[in-house]
């Protein structure tokens, strides 16, 4: 049947797919709001809503919450990115119009109440102080401040220890009336659903929701890249080399996801094959691309101990040097045979596929059907793959690294070997 979209007189997008399969339904409310959209004096505040969703409306006590949705054997939650947040519930099919009217009350009715703050903002406090302790989180963390410097594109979801001990009940309000607005919102569910009745159980609750946010759109990102480096007394060294990907809507998004599997998507892969298996340089290499509205980010992660990083960076920086030499059709097609696999495999997930759909919604403003996506992947070809890895590593690098790294080459040296340079035929000496 596909998926099936209406517009509620508000500007609310609703969404269904149904999955003969299931007998379950996942759904949710998507907006197109998150840690970017924040001023300056809100850092944090998009997460500190996600921990506040399920505190207390006017209609149901905190516990109430819980007891309603877990009567039916139901869950709930909510999430927190860079570009959205998301309160998200499954439940039997039965049991939607209860699910559509928890997440409308929380959205609409909650109360932020003082005491209930205050516990929250404990609780992120702790959850910061363990990220910090948690080299592996905090890594990434560096890795996207120093790419993005003084943007909040870049920084950390969870805010500061300062910013989020100030923020109060009124300014909770505040936010969530200029950020949530329907003209940003998706609804959707996937499983055992019917989109008619479905329609109406959200008109029904958030048809009267206001139809636009006051706030602007954010500031257009800007890639700068750097270094970042904390010696740290540990065991082994957190290690993150990366390059300016591609944002969602550019023509080589996809040409990107197949080159990071390549690379280091799979035990198959280049990195893997080349510095653990062959070498035994780390316990864990992988490459990675994140795609954002306007912007986008290619990284490769190494986990290693110290008198391992003086020969594996120069491993992986030769690897990235040589990327686009000798793609053979072999590796691109196990690529794509990979991300053809994962979408269909999502697919079979209700919290998955709605997910998914929302995330379509909202960068594109329609659903994209898996033929036209892998109408994509197919147009895909060795030359062009051994194009973009040219153009993708000659731009400025990132590093960041945390643990025993005395050994890490300087910056400057690793940035002048990478390719685009009038060095780039060097060796990488440490």
């Not at 990235?320 to 690529?335: C, H, S, Y």
């Not at 994509?376 to 062009?384: N, P, Y």
């Not at 153009?391 to 590093?399: A, D």
């Amino acid at each position: 049947m596909g998926v099936e979209v209406s517009r509620l007189s508000n500007g609310l997008t609703v969404a269904t797919e149904t999955l003969p399969s299931m007998e379950s339904v996942a759904l949710g409310v998507w907006i197109k709001s998150g840690a970017r959209n924040e001023r300056d004096n809100e850092h944090g505040m998009a997460h500190l809503l996600e921990h506040m969703a399920f505190k207390g409306t006017s209609r149901r006590s905190a516990f109430q919450i819980a007891s309603d949705i877990e009567d039916v054997g139901g869950e709930i939650n909510a999430a927190t990115s860079v570009e959205t947040t998301s309160y998200y519930a499954r439940v039997l099919r039965d049991d939607v119009p209860l699910a559509v009217d928890i997440l409308s009350d929380i959205l609409t009715e909650s109360k932020f109440d003082p005491g209930e703050l205050e516990r929250e903002q404990n609780v992120i406090l702790q959850e910061i102080g363990a990220a910090h302790d948690t080299p592996d989180d905090i890594v990434f963390d560096k890795f996207t401040e120093t790419a993005y410097r003084h943007q909040t594109i870049g920084r950390s979801i969870l805010g500061t220890p300062e910013t989020v001990r100030s923020f109060t009940s009124a300014n909770v309000h505040d936010y969530i009336e200029r950020q949530y607005g329907a003209e940003r919102m998706v609804v959707v569910a996937a499983g055992d659903i019917k989109h008619d009745a479905f329609v109406r159980e959200v008109e029904k609750r958030l048809g009267s929701f206001r139809e636009k946010a006051e706030s602007a759109v954010p500031t257009y990102a800007q890639y700068v890249g750097g270094d970042f480096r904390e010696h740290r007394d540990l065991m082994d060294a957190q290690i993150i080399l990366g390059f300016e990907g591609r944002a969602y809507h550019v023509r080589d998004f996809y040409a990107s996801q197949v080159l990071s599997m390549i690379l280091g998507g799979g035990m198959s892969s280049r990195l893997f094959q080349e510095v653990r298996e062959k070498r035994g340089l780390c316990y864990s290499v992988y490459a990675f691309h994140w795609g954002f509205s306007d912007t986008g980010i290619f990284g490769v992660h190494s986990a290693t101990g110290q008198s391992d990083i003086a020969k594996l960076i120069p491993v992986i920086v030769s690897e990235l040097q040589n990327a686009g030499d000798g793609i053979t059709q072999e590796e691109l097609d196990r690529a794509r045979a990979q991300y053809r696999a994962g979408l269909i495999m999502s697919a079979e997930s209700c919290s998955s596929r709605a997910s998914q759909i929302a995330r379509q919604l909202l960068l594109f403003g329609r659903p994209i059907a898996r033929d036209e996506l892998m109408e994509r992947l197919s147009a895909l070809t060795v030359e062009r793959l051994s194009d973009l890895s040219g153009r993708l590593f000659s731009t400025t690098p990132t590093i960041a690294a945390v643990g025993p790294i005395a050994t890490l080459a300087p910056y400057e040296t690793i940035r002048d070997v990478l390719p685009g340079t009038d060095t780039s035929l060097r060796k990488l000496a440490v």
